[in-house]
């Protein structure tokens, strides 16, 4: 798995850290403070490499606050360092709070979703479609940020993407319907606004519908649903309001086509009423999530010496 | 036809003519350094993404509206007649951040335009070329590769070049021209994005177009190699490790197989990979392993090449049998390490003949 989109502190978290420790992969957080990203290249194999590199490279050309961006970015042998012009990596992703158990209210929704949402505006703007929304690549603070721009293509507005994304089978449950059947019609930045309409399911239910599901079931369900909106079934949320539940029926749409754009959603009834709302915003749930990190810090001091992976040497014969 | 989105324009002749004219002035009020008007300047620039961005819209619509056809093809062709192309790679710099995406996205959707089998943009770029002393060269694509050296428009004059090096025509040219050896600098300066987004483009240049690439690679096999060892042997990790692994590329493909018999004729060549193979990183050591797999399985290998292998016969064996075995999930991997082992195991110093036998004539 690519860590590139990974903060420090998330790893903190991360179920597999044990496996990292070990030595599958490495990352080391000596001296690192939450505003940096360290990578140990040599760990990443050769399509994470290259999705790394990528990465780096879409980021810097883009300006918008929603977007997280590499700054002062140096490479020290085998290590990438850079530096996030911003102090909202504390909060960890909307995945980490909800992994965290602590439930995301319509507030913080809010608040998440216009940056998500005017970060895509952005891409899609400057034909770019994100493809791999989903909460882990949603950076909690002010401003929200949205990460995993390597996995992001170029389209021109109003041609099909056909090419797939890398790793998308670990993303099976955010990805839409008409990008996962890989036919001629293909998809557009309408793939987009499924995702976030799964997303904002992820984030109201703890997990997205059919994660966990096998791939093969996914690709079933997916291509065989009507409506995505698992809630129907008496599996979801009760107390969500009306609007917020337009917002998702009209992200989630088998049809591409009946689905709304990203300005669309912006101007909806969910936005122009919660925006009216926005200064009872209860950000009080980023310091008490900012202070269950702290109790965990005790997982922070793993520093993994590089030396521990078996290297061969060998002074030839010329 | 008149332009319905925006007011201040009336028809794409009018827009180009405007968008000249804010572009001239940028030009010139730069010229005068620190005597420019700062509030003048930024009433330019303002009108110039203003402009580049009703040119955007014509040319590629708007979310929820599709762009009108006539508008598209009028827009290209004054754009083409005024000589649009050059200016703006010219005043690049000039413009600022947004300005500057709305130019790379227009250049990139011109050069994608098609009319039948016909690109509009890429025909007009062909009819700019130049030839100086038998090597055409073309300033456009000049430009966009010395875009690289300066920081705030390498990646966008980047976006551009890898749009045009996606024709072969345009590939050609710069392949022929003299400065594409700038790459090999390009690749290695300090900013990371810069390096790793020139890369991608001297990537492209050398894979994209394979019969091209080719006879490129054949006929400045000298210079091309010389320049290319020493991005194997740079102090960057980055550098070597996507150097490595697009050799291994180079070498393996079916059109450069003369490009590669020469390559692993060399005995410093496989001294080279040798060395790598047992590099401190395990991603190089495993790039550097395909190619000197090549080396190895080559049945006509140069004597100073089996002399090499021959004198760490029993070294390469015990150092291939542990090579990286923690690859669990690699089967190619596996089997490609098993033949090479095997392949080692039976080498031996091809039997020369008896002087009696090299004295007698042939039989007849």
């Known amino acids: 798995m690519y860590l590139g989109s990974t903060w420090p502190h998330r790893m903190k978290q991360n179920h597999n850290l044990q496996q990292i420790i070990d030595g599958k992969k490495l990352n080391k957080y000596k001296d690192c403070e939450d505003f940096h990203q360290i990578i140990d290249l040599d760990q990443l194999s050769e399509q994470e490499f290259a999705l790394c590199l990528k990465e780096v490279i879409v980021t810097r050309s883009l300006g918008c606050k929603n977007l997280a961006q590499f700054h002062d970015i140096s490479l020290r042998d085998m290590t990438l360092c850079s530096r996030f012009g911003s102090s909202t990596f504390g909060n960890g992703t909307c995945r980490d709070v909800i992994d965290g158990n602590y439930k995301l209210n319509e507030n913080i929704l809010y608040f998440v979703l216009d940056g998500v949402l005017n970060g895509l505006n952005y891409l899609h703007s400057h034909q770019m479609i994100h493809r791999a929304i989903q909460g882990s690549n949603i950076v909690l603070g002010n401003p929200v940020l949205l990460k995993g721009l390597q996995y992001s293509s170029l389209i021109n507005n109003h041609t099909q993407c056909h090419s797939l994304p890398p790793d998308l089978d670990k993303r099976l449950p955010w990805a839409s319907p008409e990008m996962i059947r890989q036919d001629r019609s293909g998809y557009n930045h309408k793939t987009d606004v499924y995702s976030v309409g799964i997303t904002i399911l992820e984030l109201l239910a703890g997990c997205a519908p059919f994660e966990g599901f096998p791939n093969t079931k996914i690709y079933l369900l997916k291509l065989s649903s009507q409506t995505m909106l698992p809630f129907s079934q008496g599996s979801g949320p009760s107390s969500i309001s009306r609007r917020l539940v337009r917002v998702i029926d009209k992200c989630v749409q088998f049809d591409p086509d009946d689905r709304h754009d990203v300005p669309s959603l912006l101007k909806s009834s969910f936005f122009s009423k919660m925006k009216s709302k926005s200064s009872n915003l209860d950000i009080d749930l980023f310091d008490k999530y900012s202070q269950m990190r702290k109790a965990e810090e005790g997982l922070s001091n793993h520093i993994i010496d590089s030396n521990s992976i078996n290297k061969l040497s060998c002074d030839w014969l010329f | ?364």
């Not at chain 2, 319905?4 to 028809?11: G, M, N, P, Q, V």
């Not at chain 2, 590629?60 to 599709?66: D, R, V």
């Open chain 2, 1 to 364: 036809m008149p332009l319905a989105l925006f007011r201040s324009e009336k028809t794409p002749q009018q827009l180009v003519q405007n968008l000249k004219s804010v572009l001239t002035q940028l030009v010139k009020e730069h010229e005068q350094g620190e005597q420019a008007n700062a509030k003048k300047l930024e009433k330019i620039n303002d009108d110039v993404t203003k402009y580049l961005l009703n040119a955007k819209h014509a040319l590629m619509g708007t979310p929820g509206q599709e762009p009108q056809l006539e508008m598209i093809v009028q827009l290209s062709d004054e754009i083409h007649k005024n000589d649009i192309i050059l200016l703006l790679i010219r005043c690049l710099r000039y413009i600022d951040f947004e300005g500057k995406k709305y130019t790379s996205q227009i250049l990139s959707n011109l050069l994608k335009r098609q009319i039948g089998t016909r690109y509009p943009t890429v025909e007009y770029i062909l009819s700019q070329k130049r030839s100086e002393n038998e090597t055409p060269s073309n300033d456009i694509l000049d430009e966009l590769i010395q875009g690289y050296d300066h920081q705030e428009i390498a990646l966008h004059s980047g976006l551009v070049l890898r749009e045009c090096t996606k024709h072969d025509s345009l590939a050609s040219i710069v392949l022929s021209d003299p400065k594409f050896f700038a790459f090999f600098n390009y690749v290695e300066v300090s900013t990371f994005d810069i390096a790793s987004d020139a890369f991608v483009t001297f990537k492209d240049l050398l894979t994209v177009h394979k019969n091209t690439a080719a006879q490129f690679l054949e006929k400045n096999y000298d210079r091309f190699f010389t320049d290319y060892k020493k991005l194997l042997t740079s102090d960057n990790y980055v550098t070597r490790r996507q150097s490595l692994k697009l050799l291994g590329e180079l070498l393996l493909d079916r059109h450069n197989y003369l490009t590669m018999d020469r390559y692993i004729g060399s005995a410093e060549n496989l001294k080279l990979m040798m060395t790598m193979l047992a590099d401190q990183s395990r991603s190089i050591a495993y790039e550097a392993f395909h190619v000197f797999k090549i080396f190895v399985a080559n049945p006509n290998k140069k004597k100073e090449v089996l002399d090499i292998l021959l004198k760490n016969k029993e070294k390469l064996i015990d150092f291939l049998s542990k090579f990286q075995s923690d690859r669990k999930e690699e089967e190619q991997f596996h089997e490609e390490r098993e033949y090479l082992i095997k392949q080692v195991k039976s080498l031996q110093r091809p039997v020369e003949p008896s002087p009696a036998a090299a004295a007698s004539p042939p039989e007849q």
